[in-house]
Each structure stands twice: as C-alpha cells, then as structure tokens.
C-alpha cells in the first residue's frame, strides 16, 4: 500500500503561479506512476498530469498543456507539480494519485492523498 501526502496548496491570483508537491511512502515505490487530478465543486475528479517512476514519460490534460509541468522530486520519492499561468477555471482540490502498474492509465490510479486546495482568483 502506497502513503501520500500531498502539499503546497493556496490562494493566488489569476496569472500567478504555485507548486505543489507529493510525498509517497509505502511499498513498490520502485515501480509506481504518480499522478495528479482536480476536483471542482459539483464536478467530478478529472485528469491533471502524470509521470513514470523513471520520468520518462509525462502525460497532460488539454486544459493545462503549457502552463502545467510534472517532475519527480529532487527524491525519488516525490512529485512537483508546477502550475504557471494559473486560471480561476484550475481552482480545485488537487489530489495526488498513485498507479501501481506505471502505465499512466487513468483508471489505474488510486490510493489518493487528503488533497490540498488551489484557489485562483479573478
């Protein structure tokens, strides 16, 4: 069972920029994708961005390409999710996700954090 912890979370105003970051503990760590999904008050979780455990391979959603960059932490262990161009449509509760296939499938992913709230305002 895979442990996260997610962080980084807060209010900033149209344009500005956060990072968030995930903290993973737990077993097969060596082979998991981490991942990151929104949910928006009345909506239903959706697809952020995700990356292998090796960092070879990175997927994004249509709505954050360009503004949105995934990375693994400075620890093997931890994924940044660093938001740029931030847009009052991204306020959301961010959750980390984890896939234990590392196949980046969206419905593959589980094992969520508590989330961590992203308020952009207009």
């Known amino acids: 069972q895979v442990q996260l912890v997610e962080s980084g979370g807060g209010l900033v105003q149209a344009g500005g920029s956060l990072r968030l970051s995930c903290a993973a503990s737990g077993r097969t760590l060596s082979t998991i994708a981490m991942g990151w999904f929104r949910q928006a008050p009345g909506k239903e979780r959706e697809f952020v961005a995700a990356?292998?455990?090796?960092?070879?391979?990175?997927e994004y959603a249509d709505s954050v390409k360009g503004r949105f960059t995934i990375s693994r932490g400075n620890v093997q262990n931890r994924v940044d999710l660093q938001m740029n161009s931030l847009k009052p449509e991204d306020t959301a509760v961010y959750y980390c996700?984890?896939?234990?296939?590392?196949?980046?499938?969206?419905?593959?992913?589980?094992?969520w954090g508590q989330g961590t709230q992203v308020t952009v305002s207009s």
């Open positions: 996700g984890a896939d234990p296939t590392g196949t980046l499938y969206v419905g593959h992913f589980g094992s």
């Open positions: 990356i292998t455990w090796s960092g070879d391979r990175k």
